[in-house]
């Protein structure tokens, strides 16, 4: 995949060549993040292909209606912020010629010797360097060995490949279908971005810098590193930055005892792959940063959506004690998935997963012919040995594997990920694990966007006129913003205030939380984006590294007029980052100059809202939310008019957030809902 340079990531060469109007399009088509757009109708998903079930037979039993609307919220999750963040860039009507290397970048690891170059912000980078064996053959499936020594002098010039994907939109420029393959399974690569240093004067000893290590998001079956140029956000901060690949969706979370092994040990039958691939990252860091100038007792996880949830699990994770000391979670729900569920078949006392390892097996099967329909596949899958079983898995090829999920919504597809095994991730949710003190206790920043669900909202919501899916004007802007409010209030419920309340509530490490309220985007046509958008989820990451561009409607999203105040902002939200990185507190910024982020449960506020001084500034707010107090706010907000308005906020939080049963849902406010469209 071709890349284009800019100034906070790199961005497909395709994007690049779009009209503004265009470029919103392709955009539109892949903004679903963490969320279905409020009110966006299964029927209408599944017509346009956006939502498909696995392909199995016509006897498989149909999932349970949660289980089928969570299936329908995972294909959605992420694919705003591939979209977002390809956009956060600086287009160029040329791709980039081959870096040139820069010799005083050269550096001799254990397993090594490699040679980087020099970027357009100044700092030193060193791309594809493996971290762990490629993950391919005998090898999927397990967990990450360490990579291998290589000979002569590595050029760490290029980027590693993506992991293994599907193709969606940031493969149509190579020629291909949404529903094609993109990447290898062989990707386990980092990158390294560092202020410049010749080897004799690298930092050493206490002069080592911290070091921030970031985890893409995507839903965790789509995205890669190649996105995000950290170069602005280390040399500003004198920070060392890493950005890894991880494994995804299928390959990097699959649960089934017999592709394990009779050899196998804990982590290979956890299921838990692409986890272990972070962590896998973090012992690199360990071993190898000292010969970046790094500081291995000073490093920071950080990731956002998909990657956010992957810090939570770092958080929580036994097998990742002692290799981090902060973590940044942006816009993360931390949801993590049973064990059961991710193994279980659909019609067991226990439900599984639509696409759980057995489910995912018997598709093989009646796929590729080996069985006629379910009830003979399951007597095959019976009958055979875990070595058989093993075999026939690891000779399926990647396209085979996801021919199964149809390609899904531009690439994404649902899958379990994250899986509460017991040996890699607890069996409690993070949360519990926080109350009770049983995590890796070190300082967090949890943190949303005030209008995360917009961005889906924008794109799906029925309160919105469109052209095919380009937004046109409001048809009802009241219902569109209250809809939008309660779906990014839970949000924030459970991925920062629940949370943040229960480390602080087990004292054992401070908390701090955030709220992005940036919205001062221009205008797409007549359409005015500040309203419609807002701070939508992802905005904030272009502020986080410093790329003040998305590549083709920059103008449109930073208009020349909010540009000045949106760079100091960035400036003040890296300062800060930086800040952690080095202390585990934000404090007053790198600088000192910026008003006091106050650790959780501090008076007077609970949490630092970033905006520019047209909307406040930075302050602190107290405005604590829970799931209690959402569904009490909904109830006796009188902006509604009607009861089937408050029951379509209802009925989005039921679908989409996991908030609610069915039966809550019928029985909420009274049994208001009980008669609603749709339940």
Known sequence: MTASKNCGCSVPQHLGELSPAASLHLLALSLSPNRLAPGAPVAALEARGAIRPMNISRSHPRPSPRRGLRSLQARTRALGLLLLTSLVACGQDEPPSRPSIDESSARELSVGKLVGFTSEDGAHVWRGIPFAQPPIGDLRWRAPRSAKAWAGTLEALEFGSPCIQYAGPAGRSEGLEDSDTLGSEDCLTLNVFAPPSTPENAPTGSHRLPVMLWIHGGGNSIGSALLYDASRLAVSQDVIVVTIHYRLGVFGWFAHDAVAGANATAEDQSGNFGTLDTIAALEWVQEHISDFGGDPERVTVFG??????????????????????????????????????????????ESGHVHSSNEVLLALLLADGTAADRDTGRQTITSWTPTQVSDYLRGKTPTELLSLYGGGFGGMYDTPKLIRDGVVLPKLDPRESFSLGAYNAVPVIFGTNRDEVKLFAAFGSKDVARIGIIPLWFKNERMYHLTAEYGTKFWKARGVDEAAAAITSAGRAPAFAYRFDWDEEGKMLWFDLSPLLGAAHAFEIPFVFGGLAFGPVTDNIFPESSRPAARILSDQMMSYWGQFAYTGDPGRGRDGNLPQWKNWGADPGQFLIFDTPADGGLRLSAETLTTQTVLEQIANDDRFETSKERCTVYWDIYRFNGRLSLEEFKTIDGGICKDFEGA
């Open 304 to 349: 956002e959506s998909a990657g956010g949830s992957d810090t939570f699990a770092m958080l929580v994770s036994p097998r990742a004690a002692g290799l981090f000391h902060r973590a940044i979670v942006q816009s993360g729900s931390g949801d993590l998935i049973k064990l059961e569920a991710a193994q279980n078949w659909i019609d067991d006392t």
